[in-house]
């Protein structure tokens, strides 16, 4: 059968509007849940209060670093106003003003289902683990629905009304630059209340987890909604609008070569088959009759994952599309799948790396340090060749079509990896809303039987985070590899209108690319430098906050009845500090980016690119894998082993945890968001890294 | 003037002969410096056969390896025996030997001349700091002279006897693969020895460093030897070789494209000039008034790198080479002095990142360890932008000469950074000679005024080290930029034979290239990860013997007249644990390399040179540097600050100095080394991967 390109965007836009009833009907049955305790209801509307607040002053924030980057867009992107088309520059801005939109509107779904289901879940676990589990999950799911849905949606609608892959580079810029400070500041956020709640709590005072005394509690809880629900979620959204993106610009080139319209159909066919697998994959999550989490959440996984394969490859028979294509989509999924597995090796409290750290651990906390650094090391290993492997089959695997459909057949690897992405958030999501069911159980005096089901909860959302945090990094591996391209798309055409010669790479061997390759390769190392900083700075004021309130605050140290915290004051300082210090370590990011490309022109940017990518998969994989290492390894360790809670063993194995906390949760993440932004930067910048450059 | 090439070379012998005069000259003058207390005589002699014992295990293993790696030359390379000329392969074969027992030569005049001068150092500090600072530098000055002259002694003697540039490949890798174990080897032992000493002497039972009750204690300083000495000797000694052979071989290619000779003479004549400059600035050092040894030491550099710039001036205009290549030298000469500034800059105890970790230590080790992480990460921006720039401006210096020429340029900015590597060794051995001699001074119960002069001699040594650190790991980054020249120069002439195309590049958007690129870049994290789990795991072998002594030898513990610790159990602990975990770190290296060459063919190994390159310079410089700042904050610690000796902020920086032993001198070296191994195996194996590889 042959359909035209508008019949799959109609499809799309159906697919997501059947996402976001989905998601709206999985809101309800949440909100719906009962519950009844005034205790957690107070405590509850404390972090939503907490998390609004933050919210509302960052999007504050970033709303006017949107108005400028518009207007700048507006000026000078894709051509100088004075030069160009200024239709151009208004469709460019806009589509930016678009992307932003969309990735703060997903942001704000997350954080108020987050802040209900984290009620309910706590609740439900009064009735048994299986019904707690349902309200975490498909709480997480209203998030993954919603943002793959928002994704599809926006994609189509940039599309249909441009028909502009120019414009659809704006709007997943606009996506980007949202979604690198809000992972940026959410990290930043979570992990400043987290580390200050655990050094004064749990290290100084020896107070529980979630103990309501600590000043910090609230922050910390809010900072799982902010940090891990909202930054996330846009981190992803980022992703997954990029990888469509570049995966468009690549189609569009080859359809002006070619003539034909075959290739933009199959990008929007797998991704609304993707949508509609994780849809189902989410519907039909139940947990089995042992009850165990951590295998309802990676058998729904597989089975969105399984779903995918079989339809695509039905649509590709119908619809007639390459079977090469198909191929190389299925290659990114299941390379995807293994990189997962083997993030998961070196984070499982089953394997050889934790049992080795928490070991290590008895002789001190530098050893601690020393072994995990090492294993995060060891890490990459696997996921970088996992990475080289598969885009070097999609490559293999889609040359053979014809001249520039290697590229494309790595972008559609990278789609294909990020199909199932809504089942990814659905389940990353889980892990947050369940953490803070934790603490609210906790403060509500729920019992320890409540306790102990959402530990395991609990415990479940950290296993399966390692996997879909190795699938994600993955992904965005893929995803940049094709936004080179995308850049390389965007240099010709810009080259075509100046009357410039097209070009076809980048060679390492010209003294140009070089430059850029080290200069790219030190930005990631950089920008998270600056990101566990600010955590540092950040932690160091809050940490001085705590110390004051239980000197000042008489009878909290002691629990005296009635005497409660000022959790304001210390969620102020978390949200004043992020925004404080994420500002620079974005701008820096673009900064150099700009004066590289002004100084060595498109040749320099691409060794730059690809430099950044390069070294910030490697930095990505290595603070990601260590940090859930290291907290894992505390947590074996928690659990009993080498000597148990409160030995030298364990005191060690908190230090790493402390140091893995930023690692995995505030840099690691942001490194994905920041090549996703050069790249975009890059590609917008084309025009003018073109004709401005000092050398060429 | 014209002059033959032959002149060159004589001349390049002559200066190396002088260089060797010299040096026994200095040999003698530390040999015959007075010495008479007894006990320091017997901890001496301890140490020196330590040292032996070490050296003989190794270099028994090491010739083993070189042994079978000379008959897979023999069999293998430049091409298989059966189907090229054996005569070429007998030739590559001796001459990889050749390189392995110069490299050993000159670590074994390193060692021999430490274990002298540590002695007459710490004797020598009872007339004063003037006489002892003497005693130390000259001692490490042998070490210089002997490794600089044997690089230009060999190279010239490679070239005089084979004229050909592919044999000279061989010594490198002759000398690359022995610094490569002797270097790992070497900085496991040491940091094994420097972390159980400390972990149970400082940290558990509160004895002072050097303590002679420490079973560790020996162990500890003969790993100063042949890490630090040995080790470094051999490093550098491999740097040195790998920049001239890889500026000859583009100098050859050219001089076949020309038909001329003046490009290699000017290689040889700048490297003499280097060596007679080092010479001068080792000859005329001397203690100023106020008796300041940082500024001794980094005087006589700056001597010695004015001396360069003049006299190469004048060699450039009376032999009438090429201003533009002077020029390229002179960029990179320049830019390794900015380059070690920069790293001074972030280890220096004066300065805002060493104040702000020991700031942030007085948190907890959790914040020393990001905020030394978080520096550390900062630091590799400005050494990156050095080596780019320094790459860039010697391109654009030499590219107008003709074609190939701006490649000849980055090489001749390598040789230039490295021609004052006679300077930078010997101020490197001094650390480790004043470190033993401080050692010494403690065993031998000198007293607290000698104490004093040889700490202030170790500090100067610190400060010093990082200068020349960071200046080794730059020339290092050009040498390899190099190198990538001299492999595409091997790649084209094995193409002309074989009849194939020649190569221009390597395209970063060639999917192959990209394949290389990801799996080159995670090479050096896990080599540095495979030699950090050694020492963790050797150091813990070692730690558990401490306690065993402490336990089973009474009257240790307690100081008890005549009751001395079994020494020689623990050197035989780190002996035989150094080399049997260096192996595997290596081989997997090799291996790896080789299995990407024989899928990807050249344009894979051209991509993975590539992204070994740019990680190992980015980990490089941030490991050495973020070890060199925790040594350094620790000691800030010490000399009252922040609490000063034993208060949590110290105990947190100890922690901090233990994670950064291992990163500063065991696997950040060792990463230069391991980069040099990797392209030189690759240039030798040019010709099998262009016939044998499965992709091409």
Redesign the interface.
Known sequence: MQFTVTFFLLVSIIVSLISFLFAGWLYQWVKNRPSSNKRIAEVGTLIKNGANTFLTKEYTVLAKFAGVAAILILVFLPTPIWKGNVLDNIVMALAYLFGTVFSAIAGVIGIRIATIANVKTAEAAQNGIKPSFMSGFRGGAVMGMAVVGSTLLGVTLVMLITNNTTALLGFSFGASSLALFAKAGGGIFTKTAD?SAD?VGK?ELGIPEDDPRNPAVIADNVGDNVGDVAGMGADLFDSNVASMAAALVIAASLDKAAGGTVNTSTVFCYAAIGLLASIIGVATARMGKHGNPTKALNSSTYVTTALFGVLTALATWMFNFQWRIWGASAVGLLVGVIIGIASDYFTDDTKKPVHNVAK?SE?????T???G??????S??PA??G???S??A???LCDPIGPGY??YG?AMAAVGMLSIVGMIISNDAYGPIVDNARGLAEMGDLGDDVLEITDSLDSAGNTVKAVTKGFAIGAA?LTV?AL??AF?SQVNDSAVVLGLEQI????????????????G??IP??F???L??G??RN??RM?SEIHRQFREILGLKEGKEGVVPEYDKCIEIATFGALKELIPAGLVTIIITVLVGFV?GVQAI??YL??NI??G??LAL?MSNAGGLWDNSKKYIESGNNGGKGSDAHKAA??GD??GD?FKDTAGPSINTQITVVSLVSSLMSTLFLTLSI?H
């Not at 002789?363 to 050893?367: K, L």
């Not at 076809?504 to 200069?519: A, E, R, Y």
């Open positions: 580390i050094l290290v290590a002789t001190g906390p530098a050893f340090i020393l072994s650094i090492s294993y995060g090391f060891l990459t290993l970088m060749i990475i080289a492997i885009a070097l999609a490559y293999k290697a590229m790595i591996g590899i080179l391209g390389i076809t790479g980048f060679d390492i061997m010209n003294p140009i690319v070089f430059f850029g390759l080290l200069i390769a030190s190392a950089v998270s430098a600056m566990m900083l955590v540092d932690a160091q940490v060595g691409g060794g690809c430099g390069i070294s998969l490697l290595f908190v230090v402390t140091v930023p050398f």
